[in-house]
């Protein structure tokens, strides 16, 4: 597999919104997509992305936040940032640069009810997912001045 059919999604905290993305997109690409998140000041995975993917049969309970410094950019076609309203990171490399600004669904505002959050994780779960359908020819094809991959 080349660089041209791998994805970095990047967000701060690579907690919710990159580790939901790259979760869907392994299940949506399978072995076609190699796929990797991280942030530039990772935490952990947070409890609500886990609930909501598992409502959708995806398992993040394996899956760490991880920092876009331990990320080689030879191994990265594609780079799609996510940060809406914070600071996305920066990643070096030659890949292909996409941003999808989605609202992140995490807030310390501890007055919201669990009925709350999760309508704000399911939304975010249901715009990731969308955009990977609609960019899964673009994702797929090879980057102009590549060779083609075949798909095997």
């Excluded at 072995?31 to 609500?48: D, K, M, T």
Aim: glycine share 6%; net charge negative; with cysteine.
């Amino acid at each position: 597999m080349t660089t041209d059919a791998t994805i970095l999604f990047l967000c701060v905290a690579n907690s919710a919104r990159s580790q939901m993305a790259e979760g869907l997109a392994r299940e949506l690409f399978g072995s076609r997509i190699a796929v990797q998140s991280a942030g530039s000041e990772p935490s952990l995975v947070n409890p609500y992305a886990i609930e909501v993917m598992r409502e959708v049969g995806v398992d993040l309970t394996t899956h760490h936040s991880k920092s876009v410094q331990t990320i080689d950019p030879a191994t990265v076609g594609t780079v799609i940032t996510l940060c809406a309203e914070e600071v996305c990171p920066a990643f070096l490399g030659k890949a292909r640069r996409l941003h999808w600004p989605i609202e992140d669904p995490a807030t310390k505002d501890t007055s919201l009810p669990r009925e709350e959050m999760l309508k704000r994780f399911r939304a975010a779960r249901d715009e990731i997912r969308r955009k990977l359908e609609e960019a899964e020819a673009l994702l797929l094809a090879p980057q102009p001045g590549t060779a083609p991959t075949t798909k095997g």
